[in-house]
């Protein structure tokens, strides 16, 4: 079964800067369409920026300017480049394709001094 496996995730402060990794298994990778999602505690899961087969992107407002999303088809994985971090940044992290029902174990960023 397909698998994606965040990590990356710690404790940094504001202003801070800090990568996630998302390692998939399926051989179809370069094909889906992948977002990655965070939930803050007492919140709904939302969706923070999405890249295509072909490599087109979208952020949410929130972090548009300071995340960047990209993937490398080759190694099966995408990433998050997360800079300019504010404490309202903390969250469990999560990628899965676009529409996926079904969700991982996420990695943790705290964003604190």
């Known amino acids: 079964q397909v698998q994606f496996v965040e990590s990356g995730g710690g404790l940094v402060q504001p202003e801070g800067s800090l990568r996630l990794s998302c390692a998939a298994s399926?051989?179809?990778?370069?094909?889906?369409?992948m977002g990655w999602y965070r939930q803050a505690p007492g919140k709904e899961r939302e969706l923070v920026a999405r890249?295509?087969?072909?490599?087109?992107?979208m952020y949410a407002d929130s972090v548009k300017g300071r995340f960047t999303i990209s993937r490398d088809d080759a190694k099966n994985t995408i990433y998050l480049q997360m800079n300019s971090l504010k404490p309202e940044d903390t969250a469990v992290y999560y990628c899965?394709?676009?529409?996926?029902?079904?969700w991982g174990k996420g990695t943790l960023v705290t964003v604190s001094s």
């Open positions: 899965n394709p676009i529409g996926s029902i079904t």
């Open positions: 399926t051989t179809n990778f370069k094909i889906f369409h």
């Open positions: 890249i295509s087969g072909s490599r087109s992107t």
